[in-house]
């Protein structure tokens, strides 16, 4: 058994320091058509699969380095959080590698934590989706790359620690396996 304590930081940022969560699904509907299971499967419509995964990071690398290169791990800027344009965002930033296409998004809740006692410092990743197939494409994307060789620079001070899928039933189906 494990218990990680995550907490919420300014303005929501990772441990890293940037905003996390800013190219989520926005609005009621469109976080309802990437985060739950639609009409394509309606046993199980409106239930979700949530997937979550434990990143410890290398902190003392990650701050060693300058601004202008925690920015390019991102492709993001760190204190406003503007996206770099795509000509000079770098092909292997966590911004440019971790998006598949309009079509395929997820919603993403991840949670920072730290624990000075056993020295862990990490993002809890935490992502709800109507199918498994587009955290597998953006997992694929950040691990192996695409051409194959173009992993996240993200995982450079990022080390996955554990890796789980859960389905997320619906109040109903609750009801209806108690019966
Ligand atoms: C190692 C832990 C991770 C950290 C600290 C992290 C942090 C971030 C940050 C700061 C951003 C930019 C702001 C935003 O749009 O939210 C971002 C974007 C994103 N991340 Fe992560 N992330 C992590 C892992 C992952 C994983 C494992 C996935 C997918 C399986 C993922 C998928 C995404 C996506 C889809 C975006 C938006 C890309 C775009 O369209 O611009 N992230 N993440």
């Not at 800013?22 to 509907?29: F, S």
């Not at 920015?71 to 344009?85: C, L, N, T, Y």
């Not at 006692?117 to 790359?145: C, H, P, Q, R, W």
Request: glycine share 8%.
């Amino acid at each position: 058994m494990e218990e990680v304590h995550g907490f919420r930081y300014w303005d929501g940022r990772s441990i890293l320091g940037f905003v996390d969560g800013t190219e989520n699904p926005h609005g009621e509907k469109q976080r309802a058509y990437f985060g739950l299971i639609g009409d394509s499967d309606p046993a199980y419509k409106n239930g979700s699969y949530l997937f979550v995964q434990k990143y410890l990071h290398d902190l003392k690398a990650f701050n060693a380095l300058s601004l202008p290169e925690q920015e390019a791990v991102f492709g993001r800027h760190k204190a406003s959080d503007i996206e770099m344009p795509d000509e000079v965002k770098p092909k292997n930033s966590h911004s440019a590698v971790a998006n598949v296409g309009d079509d395929f998004k997820i919603i993403r809740d991840n949670m920072p934590f730290g624990n000075i006692g056993n020295n862990e410092m990490g993002t809890y990743f935490i992502a709800y989706a109507s199918t498994f197939s587009t955290v597998k494409k953006m997992l694929d994307k950040m691990f192996i790359g695409e051409p194959e060789g173009n992993y996240d620079r993200l995982l450079d001070f990022s080390t996955a620690k554990t890796g789980y899928l859960f389905f997320v039933p619906t109040l109903d189906m609750l009801d209806d396996f108690s019966n």
